[in-house]
């Protein structure tokens, strides 16, 4: 539910050029035999769309989640909970202005950095709601992926009610499957799942490092490494054997 109320609300820059209150409460208190559903991304997938819209992106830096933000944003950086004065802002330097190769490179960076600071957009999604112990009670389970639209029919099969046009008015899932697009959504800039967009940012290396990082949901969500992640650390195999 979007409110527009000062007490709930704050001004936030706005792509659309100008400032909006608005804020989202999610806290309503719901019916006891209200339905579970929750649909899941791939995780390797859900890391680099996250690092393209919140580091590569430079136009949503201003929400400071391409944290560490000493490390990625030290211009912004905040000295005892203040900003840093003029004279260190202008001295503050980037750890990654050397950095040649601005895809593959600066991701690895970012993945390595991962660690040091959980933004809430990277934490694995095994972590919320508990999922890692509560997934087998939910009703429904989707998937952000492939067959995105297929299970968002299937959802509203399986639930009816109000949902079926509330959701097609979203996503438009109803014509997207008539015309064969099955993994669209409305936000091409979150849709990482092409290969050539994976290429361009993953290499063997990050793909297993983001493994050693996200593998408590591929083990405990029952999700499967993806097979463009597969054949890239097949290929890097086989070039080692080579080698």
């Not at 950086?77 to 593959?104: N, P, Y």
């Not at 050693?212 to 086989?238: C, F, K, N, T």
């Amino acid at each position: 539910e979007c409110v527009e109320d000062p007490k709930y609300c704050k001004m936030m820059p706005s792509n659309l050029g100008e400032n909006r209150l608005m804020a989202f409460r999610t806290n309503k208190e719901m019916p006891e035999d209200a339905p579970w559903a929750v649909f899941l991304r791939d995780p390797l997938e859900r890391l680099l769309s996250g690092f393209l819209d919140k580091c590569y992106t430079t136009d949503n830096h201003y929400q400071n989640h391409c944290e560490p933000n000493v490390v990625y944003q030290p211009s912004k950086f905040k000295f005892d909970g203040h900003l840093s004065s003029d004279k260190l802002r202008k001295e503050s330097v980037s750890m990654l202005e050397h950095i040649t190769d601005k895809d593959k490179q600066y991701f690895a960076a970012y993945v390595d950095t991962l660690p040091l600071k959980w933004n809430v957009h990277f934490v694995p999604q095994a972590i919320f709601c508990d999922l890692y112990r509560n997934i087998d009670k939910y009703d429904f389970v989707g998937i952000m992926g492939d067959h995105f639209m297929d299970d968002l029919e299937r959802m509203v099969n399986h639930f009816g009610g109000k949902l079926p046009e509330a959701l097609n008015t979203v996503f438009r899932y109803k014509e997207k499957l008539k015309s064969g697009k099955k993994n669209t959504r409305n936000n091409e800039e979150h849709a990482t799942h092409a290969s050539e967009k994976v290429k361009k940012f993953y290499t063997a290396e990050t793909v297993r490092r983001g493994l050693e990082l996200l593998s408590i949901d591929y083990m405990l969500l029952g999700l499967e490494v993806p097979e463009w992640a597969r054949q890239m650390l097949r290929d890097d195999a086989r070039t080692d054997i080579s080698d």
